[in-house]
């Protein structure tokens, strides 16, 4: 990885910068299967609970993010008493980023960075995206030669494949409860512990 003068890099990895110049490649759209699986997830809201068991967070987390603009909802803001927030299924996907970037001792600075990133790239191409971070800097690679560019500086690297948090976040979020945006009408997530207890009241 090479440097220019001004400190930003030149070729993959990417670090991220909070300024409009962006220095990433084009967004990649995401094939097969996965187009279906965004296009519905689009069409369901979660309440704050059901985002933060999805994403591995507190409540306390959650309202703290929200209400510094870390991780706004983007479906559903808290309008006052009786209102609740309601998060898309992107949203989630990128509290629990920020959760495990915050495990690792990433600056808040670099996560507010890489949070605005997310949103700016549309999420097209979540599924070949990796994040990784120094502690200083967070950069986005796109490809394995990538990674190995960037581990090859030797210093202590963690990184974040965000396509496996996506799926992640899918696999939580199918077993608990969503809203759908349209109606209001709550959806019933796949829960084998449900149905469990569903048979047994029916039993007795």
């Not at 703290?64 to 998060?87: C, H, I, K, N």
């Not at 989630?92 to 949070?115: C, E, P």
């Not at 200083?136 to 500086?153: I, K, M, N, R």
Request: charged share 20%; with cysteine.
């Amino acid at each position: 990885m090479r440097s220019s003068g001004d400190g930003t890099a030149v070729g993959g990895p990417y670090p991220l910068h909070s300024s409009a110049t962006d220095h990433s490649p084009k967004p990649m759209a995401v094939q097969g299967s996965g187009d279906a699986t965004f296009e519905n997830s689009e069409q369901i809201g979660y309440r704050g609970p059901t985002a933060c068991a999805a994403a591995g967070i507190t409540y306390r987390q959650l309202d703290y993010w929200a209400r510094t603009g870390l991780v706004e909802p983007s479906v559903r803001a808290a309008g006052g008493s009786g209102t609740q927030r309601l998060y898309s299924f992107r949203d989630v996907v990128v509290l629990k980023v920020v959760k495990r970037f915050l495990d690792t001792g990433v600056s808040l600075q670099n996560i507010r960075t890489t949070v605005q990133h997310l949103r700016e790239r549309g999420f097209c191409d979540l599924e070949r995206m990796t994040l990784m971070s120094d502690g200083a800097t967070v950069y986005e690679c796109t490809s394995p030669s990538e990674v190995h560019d960037l581990l090859q500086g030797g210093q202590g690297i963690f990184g974040i494949a965000v396509g496996v948090v996506w799926r992640d976040v899918e696999a939580a979020l199918s077993q608990l409860h969503g809203e759908r945006i349209d109606t209001g009408e709550t959806l019933i997530g796949n829960n084998p512990g449900d149905e469990l207890a569903r048979r047994r009241n029916r039993a007795v």
